[in-house]
């Protein structure tokens, strides 16, 4: 069984910190992918890997920058949170190649007072 | 500008009868679509898919139907059990071998008993 987890499943934060989500997952896929869902818009991609360094950045990357220095590990960095950025945060991994499927961690809810 | 759009934000049915969620699409590239399902403070899980070269998937109680022309595809759950009830998200693939998803708004679907 594949297995995403987030280090938080609810956070606090106050307008200008900075604020690192992590993301693990534990079945060696190529491709991590971050996502923002807001009612109403469904699921809206920020950033995602395809390999362990690279990047690229999905249709809302404004405000968010990502980190992968390991295969395993994926982490979404809000440089200066913002109001606008309360959403819920979720991770997903996917083998790559052929396959589509994507496996989400639980979600992180993000508050930014 | 939404590429997968699910226009009912609702949906109820009565428990034992058939679930039709549909999803539009706007881009004839599109060559993989799948159905996601969550509960709240869950992540998605993969639900069902179907490839571009086919009409119809089926998996138990979870058929899904593409109409390539009409750029349509709906899934139908027969019967409708309880534990149905969730948000449903259809997604796409933008082009053979794209590794990222376009995700429709969801569809809450609430199994009456």
């Known amino acids: 069984d594949v297995k995403v987890t987030q280090s938080s499943r609810y956070l606090v934060k106050r307008t200008g910190e900075k604020v690192f989500l992590e993301c693990v997952q534990d079945?060696?896929?190529?491709?991590m992918f971050w996502y923002r869902q807001d009612p109403g818009l469904g699921l809206r991609l920020i950033y995602f890997?395809?390999?362990?360094?690279?990047?690229e950045k999905g249709d809302i990357p404004e405000g968010y920058s990502v980190s992968r220095e390991k295969k395993e590990r994926f982490s979404l960095i809000l440089e200066s949170a913002s109001t606008n950025q309360t959403s819920m945060y979720l991770c997903?991994?996917?083998?790559?190649?052929?396959?589509?499927?994507?496996?989400f961690g639980p979600g992180t809810r993000l508050t930014v007072t | 500008d939404q590429q997968v759009k699910q226009n009912s934000p609702s949906l109820s049915v009565q428990e034992g009868r058939i679930s039709i969620l549909n999803c539009d699409y706007t881009?004839?590239?599109?060559?993989?679509f799948l159905w996601y399902k969550k509960y709240p403070a869950e992540g998605p899980t993969f639900l069902i898919s179907?490839?571009?070269?086919?009409d119809k998937n089926e998996d138990g109680r979870f058929t899904v139907f593409l109409n390539k022309s009409a750029k349509h595809l709906s899934l139908h759950i027969v019967p409708s059990q309880p534990g149905d009830s969730a948000v449903y998200f259809c997604?796409?693939?933008?082009?053979?071998?794209?590794?990222?998803?376009?995700f429709g708004q969801g569809t809450r679907l609430t199994i009456n008993p």
């Open positions: 079945m060696d896929h190529e491709n």
């Open positions: 179907i490839s571009s070269i086919k």
């Open positions: 881009n004839s590239m599109f060559d993989y």
């Open positions: 997903a991994s996917s083998l790559g190649g052929p396959i589509y499927e994507q496996y």
């Open positions: 890997s395809y390999d362990v360094k690279m990047k």
């Open positions: 997604a796409a693939s933008p082009y053979q071998g794209a590794q990222k998803l376009v």
